[in-house]
C-alpha cells in the first residue's frame, strides 16, 4: 500500500492509493464458448408469439377445463356464496332496525354459507390434487390454483372478520363504531361475490364450454 499526503488548510489529505486487489492481476482467456438455445412451442407460447399473454390454453398436453371441471359442483357453491351475500344484506337491514339479536342470527347464516362454500372449495382441490392435476401440471391449472385460491383467502379473512363482529355486536351492541365496521364488512362480502362472479364465468362457464 502506498500513501501520499499533502498539506491543506484543513489538514492532510491522502492522495495516493489506499488499497490493492492483488487478484485482479491475473490473466483470464475464454477457452470454449458454448450456445444454448430453448425451443418454445404449444399452447403455453402461442399467445406470446401473437403478442399477448393468455393461459386459457395452456394445458401441457394436460386435462382441460371441460375435463376438470363439474359445473353442478361449482354451481352449488356459487349459489352458497350468493345466499351469503344476501344474508349479509339482512343484517345490515336488521342493524339498521335496531335489532341485535336478528343482525347475529343473520350474521351466523351468512358465516355458516361462507363456510361451506370455502369446504366446497378445498374438496375441489383435493380432488384435483389427488387426481394428479395440482398447479405443477400445467401453466393452466397454476393459474386456476393461484387465482381460485387467492379469493379463497379472502373469504376465509371475510369469516374471521365476521366471527369478530359478531363477537363485538353480542358485547357492545350496535353502536356508532360497531354500525360502520358493520358496513365495511359488508361491501367486502359484497365485493368477494362480484369477484366470484367473474371468476365463476371466466374459469369455469369458459374453460369448461
Given at each position: 500500500m502506498a500513501n501520499k499526503n499533502k498539506n491543506t488548510r484543513s489538514g492532510l489529505?491522502?492522495?495516493g492509493r489506499v488499497s490493492e486487489n492483488r487478484r485482479a492481476r491475473h490473466d483470464y482467456a475464454i477457452g470454449e464458448t458454448f450456445e444454448a438455445g430453448l425451443v418454445l412451442q404449444g399452447t403455453e407460447v402461442k399467445s406470446l408469439r401473437q403478442g399477448r399473454a393468455n393461459l386459457s390454453e395452456s394445458y401441457a398436453g394436460g386435462p382441460t377445463g371441460a375435463e376438470l371441471f363439474?359445473?353442478?359442483f361449482v354451481f352449488i357453491e356459487t349459489m352458497l356464496l350468493l345466499l351469503s351475500s344476501a344474508a349479509c344484506g339482512m343484517a345490515i337491514l336488521a342493524m339498521h332496525a335496531g335489532k341485535d339479536s336478528r343482525v347475529l342470527q343473520w350474521?351466523?347464516?351468512?358465516?355458516?354459507?361462507?363456510?361451506?362454500?370455502?369446504?366446497m372449495e378445498l374438496?375441489?382441490?383435493?380432488l384435483l390434487i389427488a387426481e394428479g392435476h395440482g398447479p405443477g401440471r400445467s401453466a393452466y391449472l397454476s393459474a386456476f390454483f393461484t387465482l381460485v385460491g387467492?379469493?379463497?383467502?379472502?373469504?376465509?379473512?371475510?369469516?374471521?372478520?365476521m366471527a369478530v363482529m359478531m363477537y363485538q355486536v353480542k358485547t357492545k351492541g350496535l353502536s356508532v363504531m360497531v354500525q360502520a365496521r358493520m358496513m365495511?364488512?359488508?361491501?367486502?362480502?359484497?365485493?368477494?361475490?362480484i369477484v366470484w362472479v367473474a371468476v365463476f364465468t371466466v374459469v369455469y362457464l369458459m374453460g369448461a364450454l
Open positions: 489529505i491522502s492522495t363439474d359445473l353442478s350474521l351466523a347464516l351468512t358465516f355458516l354459507l361462507g363456510l361451506g362454500f370455502i369446504a374438496h375441489e382441490f383435493q387467492t379469493h379463497g383467502l379472502h373469504v376465509a379473512s371475510g369469516l374471521v372478520w365495511r364488512l359488508s361491501m367486502f362480502w359484497h365485493f368477494l361475490d
